[in-house]
Nanobody
Framework: VQLQASGGGLVQAGGSLRLSCVASGNILSIRNMDWFRQAPGKRRELVASISSGGTTNYPDSVKGRFTISRDNAKNTVYLQMNSLKPEDTAVYYC?????????????????WGQGTLVTVSS
């Protein structure tokens, strides 16, 4: 199983970006899907999560600006980021709990994408 994130880039403050993350492999189902970010010198923090049923959760720092969504048919999670601020600059990572078919049968593990850099200029 792999997670492949994309969509990062350079944007001016007030602009928007949309991140995508596709899960691939012998996937039976995907439980929670999340986006984290890590800025230089800081700890990795959760910025959005979505359950298999579509329930979402955001920290106050991004609430009202970021929207997480998922397409279960495509095993994909998205993060729409609006009204971006310089403090949103970070490497963004997708994360998911995935039920997959392994060599020993069904396996439930969490997986991380490779990270995509978002830079917001002032």
């Amino acid at each position: 199983v792999q997670l492949q994130a994309s969509g990062g880039g350079l944007v001016q403050a007030g602009g928007s970006l949309r991140l995508s993350c596709v899960a691939s492999g012998n996937i039976l189902s995907i439980r929670n899907m999340d986006w984290f970010r890590q800025a230089p010198g800081k700890r990795r923090e959760l910025v959005a999560s979505i359950s298999s049923g579509g329930t979402t959760n955001y920290p106050d720092s991004v609430k009202g600006r970021f929207t997480i969504s998922r397409d279960n048919a495509k095993n994909t999670v998205y993060l729409q980021m609006n009204s971006l601020k310089p403090e949103d600059t970070a490497v963004y990572y997708c994360h998911a709990y995935i039920v997959a078919l392994g060599s020993r049968g069904t396996d439930v593990s969490d997986y991380w994408g490779q990270g995509t850099l978002v830079t917001v200029s002032s």
